[in-house]
Nanobody, 123 residues
């Protein structure tokens, strides 16, 4: 499956931003979808994941209550709504697809990755 992330940009602290990831190729609904981020000099870290049906979601503690992941299997898209952004949210954000049946937060579990979109939050 091919993934294309979009929606990044430069915002101020407290602002909102919505990232979107469009998938093409294999059956989108067969994949658990996740969002990860990587800040300069840091390892890639888990942000959020959503089950194949969209009925279950999981978040990193650092974004709980501020970010919301959602998916539209009919449109083959997964979105990340980010509210109350903080400077520490600055990173390149990646969407990823996991073909295994169980949700996981480890990057190594994900089979396909998008190219990343930059999010910069100024203070």
């Amino acid at each position: 499956v091919q993934l294309q992330a979009s929606g990044g940009g430069l915002v101020q602290a407290g602002d909102s931003l919505r990232l979107s990831c469009a998938a093409s190729g294999r059956t989108f609904s067969s994949y658990i979808m996740g969002w990860f981020r990587q800040a300069p000099g840091k390892e890639r870290e888990f942000v959020a994941a959503i089950s194949r049906s969209g009925g279950r979601t999981d978040y990193a503690d650092s974004v709980k209550g501020r970010f919301t992941i959602s998916r539209d299997n009919a449109k083959s898209t997964v979105d990340l709504q980010m509210n109350s952004l903080k400077p520490e949210d600055t990173a390149v954000y990646y969407c990823a697809a996991d073909g295994s049946p169980l949700m996981a937060s480890g990057p190594s579990r994900y089979d396909f990755w998008g190219q990343g979109t930059q999010v910069t939050v100024s203070s």
